[in-house]
């Protein structure tokens, strides 16, 4: 205070004016600050909402792409044809070895394509040694084969040959054209499959599968999945995405129509998550069989992910975009999975506790 009356009236009026400057600025700095954090926030809000729209915009046409993709494929002339010629050879093999004829020139030996001993054992073998390992990654629990083991004479016969003597690895088991085992389906197959083959790697779909309408039996697919010539109403299908899917279109009995089944586990597929397509396939107004596409996982992860560009996108650091089911459970994987995926994990699995 001494110090104050020692000011000349000036003096006085210049710190005051200054104190009221500093208060000013203060003030108005506060206040723009305000501003613009909060213009800063609605920008990036603002982005974000853009970024969803697009990102659902660019899932409801992939689906969109999709669905016209399955339909126009079960109305082709040359799947139509596969189709029938499948389902002919498949049922006649199967009669084959469901009733057995005798050859009189082979000393009344039954003339079928019946599996030894040893080639059902090495199907086994497949089954426990490189199906169930694989399996045993995805499912609770400790798997064994006997569930697992397809139960008709058909679906092992043609496991064993397109699968389990099959020399390619498991994830290009398609490269086999012909199995050499002399059937008339095999010559069908070496017919018809590269075509069918080169149609599911131009679109890049995981697999595709034709089954008979009447029966459920798969009586075709690429990938050759312990699915292959079983029936989706039964073994591995059961409760499957592939399942529901052949329902749903059989019952409708309608051309020109599709179906979608979700993810979910999917047993043949080593029971990783997979999502489904289908359509119906005519014939002279006859519903023949069920055409289903098993979708590319990898290209919807591209979609959500902007290619794993996410810097580019504005979303910096952190920021992500995810698919999300109606059950709330992710379809696409988180950044941070593919990132830093142990620290992802331990981040689920929450801190540690220490004694």
């Not at 205070?1 to 000011?7: G, R, Y």
């Not at 974000?48 to 689906?63: A, E, H, K, P």
């Not at 199967?94 to 054992?121: A, H, R, Y």
């Not at 698919?323 to 699995?349: A, C, I, K, T």
Request: charged residues 20%; without cysteine; aromatic residues 10%.
């Amino acid at each position: 205070m001494k110090f104050a009356s020692q000011l000349s009236i000036q003096s006085k009026l210049m710190v005051m004016l200054l104190t009221v400057s500093i208060a000013s600025i203060l003030v108005i700095g506060f206040v723009g600050y305000q501003g613009g954090r909060e213009a800063l926030m609605q920008n990036l809000s603002a982005q974000m909402s853009q970024l969803r729209i697009t990102r659902t915009r660019q899932i409801v046409d992939y689906f969109t792409d999709l669905q016209n993709q399955v339909v126009t494929l079960a109305e082709d002339p040359s799947l139509m044809a596969a189709t029938i010629a499948f389902q002919t050879t498949f049922n006649q093999l199967d009669d084959q070895l469901k009733n057995p004829q005798p050859d009189t020139q082979l000393n009344n030996q039954p003339d079928q394509p019946n599996l030894s001993p040893q080639e059902l054992s090495q199907l086994w073998l497949f089954y426990q040694q490189s199906f169930i390992p694989r399996l045993a990654e995805n499912v609770e629990g400790t798997p064994t084969v006997k569930p697992y083991f397809p139960k008709s004479a058909i679906a092992r016969y043609l496991q064993y040959h397109y699968i389990a003597a099959n020399s390619y690895p498991v994830e290009s088991k398609s490269r086999l054209e012909n199995p050499e085992d002399g059937s008339e389906y095999s010559k069908i197959h070496r017919q018809f499959h590269p075509f069918l083959r080169d149609l599911s790697e131009r679109f890049q779909y995981q697999n595709l599968m034709l089954i008979d309408s009447k029966t459920g039996n798969v009586i075709y697919e690429v990938a050759k999945q312990v699915g292959f010539a079983t029936s989706v109403t039964q073994d591995s299908f059961v409760n499957s995405g592939v399942a529901a899917l052949f329902k749903t279109l059989k019952d409708r009995g309608e051309p020109r129509t599709f179906a979608v089944a979700d993810f979910n586990p999917f047993r043949p597929n080593a029971g990783k998550p997979a999502a489904f397509v289908g359509a119906p396939v005519f014939r002279e107004g006859n519903l023949t069989g069920i055409l289903v596409l098993q979708l590319p996982v990898d290209q919807i992860n591209r979609i959500m992910t902007g290619n794993s560009q996410w810097p580019a996108d504005g979303l910096g650091q952190t920021g992500e975009t995810v698919l999300v089911g109606p059950d709330l459970l992710l379809r696409s994987p988180s950044r941070f999975l593919m990132e830093e995926p142990e620290g992802y994990f331990q981040d689920l699995e929450g801190p540690k506790r220490f004694p």
